[in-house]
């Protein structure tokens, strides 16, 4: 198949089980996604930067947001509620209420940079214009994500030189599409990533789109930056001929991470601050320090060495499971059957093609990984976790699909080539029908 029907295919089939997970998946159960809503609905009205009032961080919003993020409260965290049609069609009727506006609460996605909701924001805007009301807003906000995201990934696969069905099949993961069909501002974040990551491999020579690119993703998560250093390495033709537009990329890359975790600093909120009438219904931990943690940090690195690779090591099978078979809030897994057969196919895929990289591109390309893994950790620690703690909670396999396709590009090698048609067709079958499985299951969750 042409690169171009690959990618044609892809999307096609992204597009299909994104557009039913979009209307599926109840109002609002999607990690963080009443916060990610409410974020995207002050940035569709040019408000770029959080309220902060009272020691508490979020935005003056139109009352029936609030309202309708309520009303769908109850399904998170219970097994046995559902959700009924009579609700649906309630939440469908309510009215914006543009008039009445109270000051609502998010403070983990109100310093997140407003440039990571724009497609979210575009969505609510359009549906604002055709006088939708918020049930529609949630829903346009999904779905506008979710075309950005396949335009991305599309992109991608097209300048992807090599290891393209292998690509695909991160991209139609059940997971993958999940998180995708949400209003999750990590989402143009992931397929930023994956654009560059291709880009720097296909040696395209529009470094102005590069930059661009690039000062997004670190803008909106600063732990992406090592991946600027894979355009050193990721075509040897260019290595030490011109080195100026990979170095620009750093520079830039870092200038933007640092501009906005400057703000995002001293916009944070820690719970042990927080206005104490409403810090308990937050996303916030108790005894979470930032300033005191890192302090630690750097004076025992050993210490959190250790705790972050114990805690890595015990989170492995749930990230394992989070990366292709997750949904919703809670602990909703695909069946570990399929879990298994996911995991199968993308171990298959990666024996069927070996990219044409040296040992020391193969190995950097680990290696940044693993950087990025210890960011990863050293951020949740000092994020999310009380001072001192003894482990790194929240890891979440969804934060490590932006390095995904390093990974692969780590690992893949060549030993199961004759037999890659075969593979081929065995994976995308089974990655089908593992998305009609997560189908089910969000049936089963949700409305059964």
Not at 301 to 320: N, V, W
């Given at each position: 198949?042409t690169?171009?029907g690959?990618?044609?295919?892809?999307?096609?089939?992204?597009?299909?089980?994104?557009t039913v997970f979009?209307?599926?998946?109840?109002?609002?159960?999607?990690?963080?996604e009443?916060?990610?809503?409410?974020?995207?609905w002050?940035v569709?009205?040019?408000?770029?930067?959080?309220?902060?009032?009272?020691?508490?961080l979020?935005?003056?919003v139109?009352?029936?947001?609030?309202q309708?993020?309520?009303?769908?409260a109850?399904?998170?965290?219970?097994?046995?509620?559902?959700?009924?049609?009579?609700?649906?069609?309630?939440?469908?009727?309510?009215?914006?209420?543009?008039?009445?506006r109270?000051?609502?609460?998010?403070?983990?996605?109100?310093?997140y940079?407003?440039?990571?909701?724009?497609?979210q924001?575009a969505?609510?805007?359009?549906?604002r214009?055709a006088?939708?009301?918020?049930?529609?807003m949630?829903?346009g906000a999904?779905f506008?994500n979710?075309?950005?995201?396949?335009l991305?990934v599309?992109?991608?696969?097209?300048?992807?030189?090599?290891?393209?069905?292998?690509?695909?099949?991160l991209?139609?993961?059940p997971?993958?599409?999940?998180i995708?069909?949400s209003?999750?501002?990590?989402?143009?974040?992931?397929g930023?990533c994956w654009?560059?990551?291709?880009?720097?491999?296909?040696?395209?020579?529009?470094?102005?789109?590069?930059?661009?690119?690039?000062?997004?993703?670190?803008l909106h998560?600063?732990?992406?930056?090592?991946?600027?250093l894979?355009?050193?390495i990721?075509?040897?033709?260019r290595?030490?001929?011109?080195?100026?537009?990979?170095?620009?990329l750093?520079?830039v890359?870092?200038?933007?991470?640092?501009f906005?975790?400057?703000?995002?600093?001293?916009?944070?909120?820690p719970y042990?601050?927080?206005?104490?009438?409403y810090?308990?219904?937050q996303?916030?931990n108790?005894g979470?320090?930032?300033?005191?943690?890192?302090?630690r940090?750097?004076?025992h690195p050993?210490?959190?060495?250790?705790i972050?690779?114990?805690?890595a090591?015990?989170?492995l099978?749930s990230?394992?499971?989070?990366?292709?078979?997750?949904?919703?809030w809670?602990k909703?897994?695909?069946?570990?059957?399929?879990?298994?057969?996911?995991?199968?196919c993308l171990?298959?895929?990666?024996?069927?093609?070996?990219?044409?990289?040296g040992?020391?591109?193969?190995?950097?390309?680990?290696?940044?990984?693993a950087?990025?893994?210890?960011?990863?950790?050293?951020?949740?620690y000092?994020?999310?976790?009380p001072?001192?703690?003894?482990?790194?909670?929240?890891?979440?396999?969804?934060?490590?699909?932006?390095?995904?396709?390093?990974?692969?590009?780590?690992?893949?090698?060549?030993r199961l080539?004759?037999?890659?048609?075969?593979?081929?067709?065995?994976?995308?079958?089974?990655?089908?029908?593992?998305?009609?499985?997560?189908?089910?299951?969000?049936?089963?969750?949700?409305?059964?």
């Amino acid at each position: 198949m042409t690169p171009a029907g690959l990618a044609k295919l892809w999307a096609g089939l992204a597009l299909l089980f994104g557009t039913v997970f979009v209307f599926t998946i109840p109002p609002f159960q999607s990690p963080d996604e009443p916060n990610h809503f409410l974020r995207a609905w002050q940035v569709s009205e040019g408000v770029w930067l959080s309220e902060m009032s009272d020691n508490r961080l979020g935005g003056t919003v139109p009352a029936s947001l609030v309202q309708l993020r309520d009303s769908f409260a109850y399904l998170k965290m219970d097994y046995e509620a559902r959700l009924t049609l009579p609700q649906l069609e309630t939440a469908h009727h309510l009215a914006l209420s543009g008039h009445q506006r109270v000051f609502a609460d998010f403070p983990n996605t109100a310093i997140y940079a407003p440039t990571a909701y724009l497609p979210q924001a575009a969505g609510i805007g359009l549906c604002r214009l055709a006088g939708a009301g918020p049930l529609a807003m949630l829903y346009g906000a999904r779905f506008a994500n979710l075309v950005v995201w396949i335009l991305l990934v599309w992109r991608a696969l097209l300048l992807m030189p090599f290891l393209r069905p292998l690509l695909a099949a991160l991209a139609l993961l059940p997971a993958s599409l999940v998180i995708a069909a949400s209003a999750n501002a990590d989402v143009i974040t992931n397929g930023l990533c994956w654009w560059l990551i291709a880009s720097f491999l296909a040696g395209m020579g529009k470094y102005h789109l590069q930059i661009a690119a690039f000062i997004l993703v670190c803008l909106h998560k600063l732990i992406v930056l090592p991946i600027a250093l894979f355009s050193f390495i990721s075509n040897a033709k260019r290595v030490g001929r011109n080195l100026l537009p990979a170095v620009l990329l750093l520079v830039v890359g870092f200038a933007a991470a640092l501009f906005w975790g400057q703000f995002a600093r001293a916009a944070f909120i820690p719970y042990d601050h927080y206005a104490p009438a409403y810090r308990d219904a937050q996303t916030l931990n108790e005894g979470v320090d930032p300033e005191r943690q890192l302090a630690r940090v750097a004076t025992h690195p050993f210490e959190f060495t250790g705790i972050a690779l114990r805690s890595a090591a015990r989170a492995l099978p749930s990230a394992a499971a989070h990366i292709v078979g997750k949904f919703g809030w809670e602990k909703n897994y695909l069946h570990p059957v399929w879990l298994a057969l996911l995991w199968l196919c993308l171990a298959a895929l990666v024996s069927t093609e070996s990219p044409p990289l040296g040992p020391f591109q193969r190995a950097a390309a680990g290696g940044i990984v693993a950087v990025y893994v210890f960011l990863f950790a050293l951020t949740m620690y000092a994020l999310w976790c009380p001072v001192g703690a003894t482990e790194v909670t929240n890891f979440q396999g969804r934060y490590f699909t932006p390095i995904l396709p390093l990974v692969m590009l780590a690992v893949a090698n060549g030993r199961l080539a004759a037999k890659a048609k075969v593979i081929r067709i065995c994976a995308a079958t089974v990655l089908i029908l593992g998305n009609l499985a997560i189908i089910a299951a969000i049936m089963q969750r949700y409305y059964w």
